[in-house]
């Protein structure tokens, strides 16, 4: 039967770790790959994120592929520029990149249920049509920059993280830095030796954990390597139930954090603006070495606020300081919740993947959504694990896929639709285990909608989630034969 199927056409949209990881792993199987990247090059968020003091915040062995190990990371936090240049030496180690179409930006994709197909149509007037779409369009995709009053008048160069501006000399300037999350705490040590003063306005403070030494004790051998990964996936993993199951006992950690703290930071009214007051991991943990003293420095002002307005040569916060910039920097993340954003995807009957997410985005196991057949979503709904690396995720998500792939080559041509009882389920069950986490006990975060939703974080340990994707049980979907493409298709359909 193998010899008389031919092998299903999978899009790939977008090139950065999810896409690559199910375009590397889809052609190993034999599958038919062409992955849709709408910059100009692979890499994703590494490649978008350039910023100054841009790394990962996982530890290096546990940020990579299990299947393209790399033992010789430079620093156990590895930069930006390491991580780029291993995304693309893996993909041209393990030859996908011809499968690779840059400069393809996915504006619509419809279900033709005459054809059991996805036609794609991009926004350079080109079109294709595909047997399964596989949606890795990340979370940290479209940056989030605030409306602010009088943005617009502002006389200086303004710009988010996302889109660093390497042209503009940081050099004695008055640089104000908007937001106090992740890519904040990179580039701001990284840039005041620039600067003439920094200043950061930052709407809420959050967990901030010394990372440790950075440089490796001695270069790791490749089966160091494997224990290190394996050891640090463990740690994280035995202290995920106190972040989704007994909130209580953070606790323990909310003290030692505290003591830590109030001994690095002297200064009573610095200590009082930079102690959180929310529970530990609410909002997202965050990691570094230099924080906590760069805020100590007479040229680092740190504002307790809300920007309320943009002058031609100030920041304006709630209160009335006004704080002088030549130089406004937007570390304020991304649009976590829009997964498939800008993309017009029509269903079954036409129905529109905007109105089925229009109150609360969801996808079965995070992958599969009911009306959207043939569509797998990478780092999708509830997929960004708690405590943990996502890649381990992403690579529990593509073997699933790769099932489907192999039932195609075994059966023949199929079209599969999640039943809708199940997806809905699924998604109570989500609802009733993220209530009792840590992210639902009062803080504003990213995880969460304004309605309290969790629409990002995996509420369990990661382990559960490689053991609930090890297989698909079909039974949850419509498994549907597709005639006239071969004659095991159609002696099935008979």
Known sequence: MDDEVSPPRFAVI????????????????GAEVTVYERSEGVGGVWRANHYPGAACDVPSFLYSWSFAAKHDWSRRFAPQAEILEYIERTVDELGVRDRIRTGHDLRAMTWDVEASQWNLDFANGLSATADFVVAALGQMSVPAVPSIPGAERFEGAAFHTADWQHDVDLAERDVVVIGAGASALQVAPAIADQVRTLSIVQRSPGYVLAKGTEEHDRLPTPLGSRVARFAAYWSKELKTPRLVRWPGLVARAEAAFRRELRAEVAD??????????????????????????????????????????????????????????????????????SFLNGIDVRGVGGRMLEAAWRRTPSAYLGMTVAGMPNLFLMYGPNTNPAWNSVLVMLECQ????????????????????VNPEVAQRFADQLRTRSARSVWVTGCQNWFT????????????????????TRRIRWSD????????????????SR
């Open 14 to 29: 977008g090139a950065g770790f999810a896409g690559l990881t199910a375009a590397i792993k889809l052609v190993q199987d």
């Open 268 to 337: 009573p009214v610095l200590l009082k603006m930079v102690e959180p007051d929310d529970r530990y991991g609410c909002k997202r943990i965050l990691v570094s070495n230099d924080w906590y003293r760069l805020l100590q420095r007479p040229d680092v002002h740190l504002y307790d606020g809300v920007v309320a307005e943009i002058r031609s040569r100030y920041v304006v916060l709630r209160d009335g300081s006004e704080v002088p910039a030549d130089v406004i920097i937007y570390g304020t993340g991304f649009h976590a919740s």
């Open 398 to 417: 593509v073997r699933y896929i790769v099932s489907a792939a192999r039932r195609w080559r075994r059966r023949g041509a199929f079209s599969m639709e």
């Open 449 to 468: 909608t304004a309605d309290g939703s969790n629409t990002q974080n995996w509420p369990a340990l990661v382990t559960e989630y490689w053991l609930r």
């Open 477 to 492: 979907y419509t498994i549907r034969a597709r005639a006239g493409l071969s004659r095991v298709a159609e002696r099935l």
